[in-house]
C-alpha cells in the first residue's frame, strides 16, 4: 500500500484547532497525484494526452480529532477501475503518529478530455500503468452505474 506522510501546519488547523476539512482534501490529492506520478500519470503526460481528473464524490469519515505537532500518514487504496479507465475509485486511510487510524475517504472520479470537455476513457500506456498498481481486497470492475449508486439530482433555482 502507497503512504504519503504530512506535517500538519498552521494553515491545515481550523477554528477549533484541528485538522481543517480543507486539509483532509489537500492531503489525500496531493497522495493521490504523488502515487500516479510515480506510474507515470505527471502534469506533463496528462498535458500531452490532453486528460485531467475529476472528482465526483469524496465521502469523509471521521474517527477522532488530530491536531498539529506530529506527522500523519495518508494511504491509498485502488478500490476500483472500469474496463476503459474512464471510471476510478480509491480509498484513503488517515493514520497518527501511532498508527492509529483517525479517518476514512472514499472517493471516485474519472477521467476528462480538457479540450472536448467530455468524459474520456485511458489510453492504454496509462491502463498498462494501472495494471500495476496494487489493487485492495475488494477492487471491482466499474460501471457506469456504479458511478450512480449516490443518485444526487441538480435543483436549480
Not at 27 to 50: D, V
Not at 90 to 104: I, T
Not at 109 to 137: C, N, S, V
Request: charged residues 30%.
Amino acid at each position: 500500500m502507497f503512504f504519503k506522510e504530512f506535517e500538519i501546519r498552521w494553515s491545515d488547523l481550523d477554528a477549533n484547532r484541528h485538522l481543517a476539512n480543507s486539509a483532509y482534501i489537500n492531503f489525500m490529492s496531493h497522495t493521490r497525484m504523488a502515487y500516479l506520478g510515480q506510474l507515470g500519470f505527471t502534469q506533463k503526460s496528462m498535458a500531452e494526452h490532453n486528460i485531467g481528473p475529476v472528482v465526483f464524490y469524496e465521502h469523509m469519515y471521521y474517527f477522532k480529532e488530530v491536531f498539529a505537532g506530529k506527522p500523519v500518514k495518508v494511504s491509498l487504496g485502488f478500490k476500483g477501475m472500469s474496463e476503459d479507465g474512464m471510471f476510478f475509485e480509491f480509498e484513503h486511510d488517515f493514520y497518527d503518529s501511532k498508527g492509529k487510524n483517525f479517518a476514512r475517504c472514499q472517493m471516485m472520479g474519472a477521467w476528462i478530455d480538457l479540450k472536448e470537455r467530455k468524459l474520456i476513457g485511458l489510453p492504454q500506456e496509462f491502463l498498462d500503468a494501472f495494471e500495476r498498481m496494487e489493487k485492495t481486497d475488494d477492487f471491482k470492475v466499474l460501471t457506469k452505474a456504479d458511478t450512480r449508486k449516490f443518485v444526487q439530482i441538480p435543483k436549480d433555482l
